[in-house]
């Protein structure tokens, strides 16, 4: 195979991008999607204030060109993602507790019922834990006033609302073992042990040169695994260039691979002129859509060439 998408179905993955609305215009970069994507997480689109940005209004327009999009190419759609701190518009902080309630499962429902049957994995809630030592959630409109249980909450309305869809909970700083991780695990283990719907752990996997890849990524990956979830690669990018960074990216691949429970890699764009890291060259193309060494680590840990 020689795209990402086909040398990534050959070994039974997917291999994604985030896309943004704003780009879909331009030719080289549908063209440099639709060739080696099979794929699509909304960068910014589906997130809360795009989506709902006052309540009960809902506007699915910039949402739905980029599903509309993966769609007509036969790609998978990943959600992202329906209860995140951030983007999250002032009026649903503004909520008190009984409302806030309510609010988060009908914004759960609604979303995921505009969408039912036709979305891969949704990222159900998003960053929820804290960086740092300590495994504590993280302070937010949800946490705060309707507690730990929030998360529960939001997956039992997300499986009502589409038994089809996988559930994720996402995080960042979580690819390696550490505290922040083993909060996360603990999580996911109760709920397993409980029955609450989760199906997926999404690594963010953000890295850079003061968060490397870890050498324990792919143990980590394998120890939620084994917990009976799947795990996503969902938002990788790693700042460097050159060899230094093309061998960090085929070590994530690899580590991938390594996991049968691994189903699916996203990079989080396609050309670095696009990344979401201004200044940085994180990605897989070069600002012309020409292949970085990068890339040709990723098609040969895939099996491609
Ligand atoms: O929508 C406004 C637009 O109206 C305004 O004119 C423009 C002016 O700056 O800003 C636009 O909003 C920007 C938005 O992206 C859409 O382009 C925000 O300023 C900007 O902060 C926002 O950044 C996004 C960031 O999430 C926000 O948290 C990045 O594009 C996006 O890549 C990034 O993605 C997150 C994941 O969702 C979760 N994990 C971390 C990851 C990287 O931060």
Known sequence: ADTLGAAAAEKGRYF?????????????????????????TAENEMKWDALEPSRG????????????????????VRGHTLVWHSQLPNWVSQLGASDLRTAMNSHITQVMTHYKGEIH?????????????SGARRSSPFQ???????????????????????????????????????????????????????????????????SPVPSDYQANLQRFADLGVDVQITELDIEGSGQAQAADYGNVVRACLAVSRCTGITVWGIPDKYSWRASGTP?????????KPAYDAVLSALGGA
């Open 144 to 210: 705060d006033k309707l507690g730990d249980g929030f998360i529960e909450e939001a997956f039992r309305t997300a499986r009502a609302a589409d038994p089809n869809a996988k559930l994720c909970y996402n995080d960042y700083n979580t690819d390696g073992v550490n505290a922040k991780s083993n909060a996360v695990y603990t999580m996911v283990r109760d709920f397993k042990a409980r029955g609450v719907p989760i199906d997926c752990v999404g690594f963010q996997s953000h890295f850079n040169p003061n």
């Open 283 to 291: 990605l897989l193309f070069d600002d012309n859509y020409n292949k």
């Open 16 to 40: 994604g991008a985030a896309v943004s609305a704003n780009h879909l215009g331009e030719a080289q970069y549908v063209a440099t999607l639709n060739r080696e994507f099979s794929s699509v």
């Open 57 to 76: 209004s809902f506007n699915f327009s910039r949402a739905d060109q980029i599903f509309d999009h993966a769609k007509s190419q036969g790609m998978d």
């Open 121 to 133: 994995s949704w990222d159900v809630v998003n960053e929820a834990f804290q960086d740092g030592g």
